[in-house]
């Protein structure tokens, strides 16, 4: 047997598998996540985080929050499926996935957010807070919900997410409230072209189609609007929306 030397030369080119953190809910209970996500082959993810209200965590045994290591951080979990964000594709590759249990629907095109439960939060802030600090690779324009990357096909977390607490936690990217009010003055009077917001949106790492149409317009605003303007999310450019985006541009992509 030859001996294999890991000490007299180490390389320092390379980089680490994980440059994502993508947050999801599960649609359903916790039993039904489990079924799906740690007992079928179909989909999973690293994390599990229930709800300590829902009947069916209660009766598999739990009664206090826990969170569930599904997957090693070093394997590739299924959670992104068909997604891109910036030059990447696939994120699957790249990503560590964590779902929370929540029960949102959809009926008739209408969806319903619950809230979230304040412990899953708090236990969401513990894990992704561990996370980043070991992948310093995930920087916060790096942190994102499934609608960010499957435009038009997904739209969890939803939006209910608290993506303000958890930035103000030191995860993900939120914009500047001054900056906002500039940009929101200057578009109330004239908004950006749809050109001009479909470049922010890309500059900012979403994946904007080469020839846009009005359906996949709408599917990018609204992603965009469920992360950073949950009160509305209907897939229409206002003067708001747009100084949300060209504030976040100026904060993260100058």
């Excluded at 180490?10 to 947050?23: E, I, P, T, Y």
């Excluded at 996370?131 to 324009?141: A, E, F, S």
């Excluded at 930035?167 to 900056?179: K, P, S």
Aim: proline share 6%; glycine share 6%; aromatic share 12%.
């Amino acid at each position: 047997m030859y001996p294999i030397d890991s000490t007299t030369y180490r390389s320092k080119a390379f980089n680490r598998r994980v440059r994502f953190l993508v947050l999801h809910y599960t649609a359903a209970n916790f039993q039904s996540s489990v079924n799906a996500l740690a007992r079928g082959d179909q989909v999973s993810a690293h994390y599990l985080i229930p709800s300590p209200t829902d009947p069916s965590y209660t009766r598999a045994g739990f009664d206090k929050t826990r969170i569930f290591s599904l997957v090693d951080e070093n394997e590739r979990a299924w959670h992104s499926g068909s997604s891109a964000w910036g030059v990447r594709t696939g994120l699957n590759d790249t990503a560590i996935g964590i779902e929370l249990v929540n029960q949102a629907s959809v009926s008739n095109g209408q969806f319903n957010f619950p809230d979230y439960h304040p412990e899953q939060i708090a236990a969401l802030v513990q894990v992704c807070q561990d996370i980043l600090q070991r992948y310093p690779d995930i920087t916060p324009t790096h942190v994102l919900g499934h609608s960010d990357i499957s435009i038009g096909r997904k739209s969890d977390p939803g939006a209910a997410f608290p993506w303000q607490q958890l930035h103000e936690a030191g995860i993900g990217a939120w914009y500047d409230d001054t900056v906002k009010a500039q940009y929101q003055a200057q578009f109330t009077r004239q908004m950006p072209t749809q050109a001009e917001l479909l470049e922010k949106l890309r500059t900012y790492g979403y994946s904007v189609p080469a020839q846009p149409d009005a359906r996949s317009v709408q599917s990018l605003l609204r992603a965009f609007q469920l992360h950073f303007r949950p009160a509305n999310y209907r897939g229409v450019a206002d003067a708001e929306t747009a100084a949300i985006l060209f504030a976040l541009v100026q904060r993260y992509n100058a």
